[in-house]
């Protein structure tokens, strides 16, 4: 019963967006405000009833209803509970539905927090995110539906992917979705902005927090599934430029244009057009990783294998919201006003570089990942991996690096290069004995590295410096730096915490990419096997049994100069109802280096193949960010997002007050 619950919700949420996609729309243009109103109710019973069909979906898995067919080829009786409730979104029909969800309840804390908006501009983005809505229900109804039946029953399932029954998944994919679809916010008030002609500060006030929030979560996602890769997939790394992993890059580097491009529309009423170009980029890289992870162009973990007519329906979603968005704002654009002029040398100019560089690293993580499928599709097979980003993605990072340093100590409008870069004297110390130290700790290379490092204290230094004069550490008196650091906006420390964050992380990236340690061998029980300095006794392999596998479980007890250090025990396991076999790391860290053991296949006489890896630096990727996260949450706290927006210029509110009122006659 719960499941023709949740059909039904779908289908009355599907009608419903529809009505919400046109009447506010049309009622902004004829200056109705009964039609105007009918948009903030309308989100918020949009957001109930895609949660009302969550939670039967949700409700079946619970129950290990195996009438559903996405329950059964999804999920088994003897699952643990939390996998079967995160095995709600640990499939195509499923996920979709949680992005729905996602989607309308961005859509009713815009209705719900969003009084500060004028009533036209609220019901227009409120129209275009139904639209939106509209379209990816249409989807899920007609070619995805999560509450097909199977008739008769089975009795048991088909059991989840093992590889996703695991903690990460409870947090990871929401975390994503939350960022992918966060921007649909931006896109809404992008194309809004278009229809309504008005760029200015108080919008740019307005569209921050929301790009924000997408940009934490997204961050927070994309971070727990490298995290994830690590430690389940038993191969060391924690990142591959695997295409899936690409699609959700592409939108974090836009997003991160896009925010910081919105402060300089913000405080200087420049780069408006840049700007909602941004916005609408943005998003359609978010709809494009959605074609390529459920069209069925890749075989990934991380991919749902599904039909050609799913991809068309979504292939056909993108031409209308992209092609449409692109085609509005090159018909409105140019009816944007300019904004104030500034020097190249300057805040703004900072900001401008931050852009670019931001975005035609988009541009390359976006030609490496799509232009081998267009290849193949056109019959020619090539293979893009490491060494391309290694060769055109990462020296682009250098400039941005040094840029993120500079750029806050610049003033507005205008600047002297020189004046600021003597404030970063200290950093520029800092940044050579960095690496001086660093070269002669790991003896003199990889060079590239101990330039990574270099840059990675540069930025962490210079983030530093900038916090402590605007406090006027050390300049004044301790006490009353400690009143300036309290009355600091919460936007400046996040500023400086995000900054940092990036500086940690890049030290964590560098040191497990350049100075790792891999030992790859059959180990037999007796053996002593010595890696990086530390020795690894092998003391033998016994059988285990988990809720719904089977694992063998090795012991490793670690030493260090003939200290102990800990004990490893890493599971081969297998999943019977699938018959597939995973590998379960052993990882041990003390927060400078990790100690990471995995266990493969037996050879058949009494020797197992053996991974070792010593990751040095590797937990800071994750310590950064964390602390950028933190960041982004501080500057999301600030009051000035919280409380409200730039009242917009009385000409303008007199114009559009106007316009309404010879609407309505």
Not at 315 to 327: E, P, Q, R
Not at 333 to 355: D, H, Q, W
Not at 428 to 451: D, F, N, R, S
Request: proline share 5%; hydrophobic share 50%; glycine share 10%.
């Amino acid at each position: 019963m719960s499941a023709e619950l949740g059909q039904f919700a779908l289908i009355l949420a599907l009608l419903l967006s529809a009505v919400q996609s046109a009447v506010p729309m049309i009622g902004a243009a004829r200056g109705n405000r009964a039609w105007i109103a009918l948009a903030q109710p309308s989100a918020l019973l949009l957001f109930g009833l895609t949660i009302l069909a969550f939670g039967a979906l949700t409700q079946a898995f619970m129950v290990s209803d195996f009438s559903l067919s996405v329950v059964y080829q999804n999920s088994h009786s003897a699952k643990p509970m939390l996998y079967k409730v995160t095995g709600v979104w640990g499939n195509h029909e499923g996920s979709m539905l949680l992005w729905i969800v996602i989607l309308t309840g961005f859509g009713a804390a815009v209705a719900a927090f969003g009084q500060n908006l004028p009533p036209t501009l609220r019901a227009r983005v409120l129209s275009v995110q139904a639209m939106i809505t509209l379209g990816f229900l249409a989807f899920l109804i007609f070619t995805s539906n999560p509450f097909d039946r199977i008739f008769p029953a089975p009795l048991d399932g088909r059991d989840l992917n093992p590889l996703l029954q695991d903690p990460g998944l409870a947090f990871h994919p929401p975390m994503l979705y939350a960022g992918y679809v966060g921007f649909s916010i931006a896109f809404s008030f992008a194309v809004a902005a278009l229809i309504e002609g008005k760029v200015d500060a108080a919008w740019a006030r307005w569209v921050r927090p929301w790009t924000l929030a997408a940009w934490i979560t997204l961050t927070a996602g994309i971070a727990l599934g490298s995290w994830w890769a690590y430690y389940e997939l038993g191969w060391g790394g924690w990142w591959f430029w695997d295409p899936v992993e690409n699609v959700s890059f592409m939108p974090w580097l836009m997003g991160t244009a896009l925010l910081h491009s919105a402060i300089v529309v913000e405080k200087r009423d420049s780069l408006k057009v840049w700007t909602i170009l941004l916005a609408i980029l943005t998003f359609s890289l978010s709809l494009i990783g959605t074609f390529v992870v459920r069209s069925g162009l890749l075989t990934s973990v991380h991919a749902f294998a599904v039909d050609p007519e799913r991809g068309l329906f979504i292939l056909f979603l993108l031409a209308i919201a992209i092609g449409g968005s692109l085609l509005l704002f090159a018909v409105r654009a140019p009816t944007l006003t300019a904004g104030g002029l500034f020097s190249p040398i300057s805040r703004e100019g900072g900001l401008v570089l931050n852009n670019l560089l931001l975005t035609v690293a988009t541009s390359v993580v976006f030609v490496g990942t799509l232009g081998p499928l267009l290849l193949e599709a056109a019959g020619t097979k090539i293979s893009v991996g490491t060494p391309y980003y290694n060769a055109v993605f990462i020296p682009l990072m250098v400039p941005l690096v040094a840029v993120m340093a500079v750029g806050p100590l610049l003033p507005w409008k205008r600047a002297e290069l020189g004046a600021v870069l003597s404030r970063l004297k200290f950093a520029g110390l800092m940044t050579i004995i960095a690496m001086l130290a660093t070269a002669y700790l790991v003896e003199g290379g990889p060079v590239i590295a101990v330039a990574a490092v270099g840059f990675a204290i540069w930025l962490l230094a210079g983030a530093i410096i900038e916090w402590s004069e605007r406090i006027k550490l050390f300049r004044v008196p301790f006490g009353d730096s400690f009143k300036r650091m309290t009355k600091l906006p919460r936007s400046a420390h996040g500023m400086t915490l995000a900054h940092a964050g990036m500086a940690i992380a890049i030290l964590g990236m560098t040191g497990s990419a350049a100075w790792k340690t891999e030992d790859i061998r059959i180990a037999r029980p007796g053996d002593n096997i010595e890696v990086a300095g530390y020795n690894y006794l092998f003391e033998g392999m016994r059988p285990i049994q988990g809720p719904n596998y089977q694992a063998e479980q090795g012991r490793f007890v670690v030493t260090r100069d003939g200290e102990f250090i800990t004990v490893l025990t890493p599971e081969k396991r297998l999943y019977m109802v699938q018959n597939m076999p995973t590998t379960e790391a052993a990882i041990h860290t003390n927060g400078l280096r990790d100690l990471y053991m995995a266990v493969g296949d037996s050879d058949g006489n009494g020797g197992w193949t053996v991974r070792i890896y010593h990751e040095p630096l590797v937990p800071w990727i994750w310590a950064g960010c964390i602390i950028m996260v933190i960041g982004g949450t501080f500057s999301l706290s600030d009051r000035r997002l919280r409380v409200g927006a730039p009242v917009r210029s009385k000409r303008w509110q007199a114009k559009s007050g106007s316009g309404q009122a010879g609407a309505q006659a």
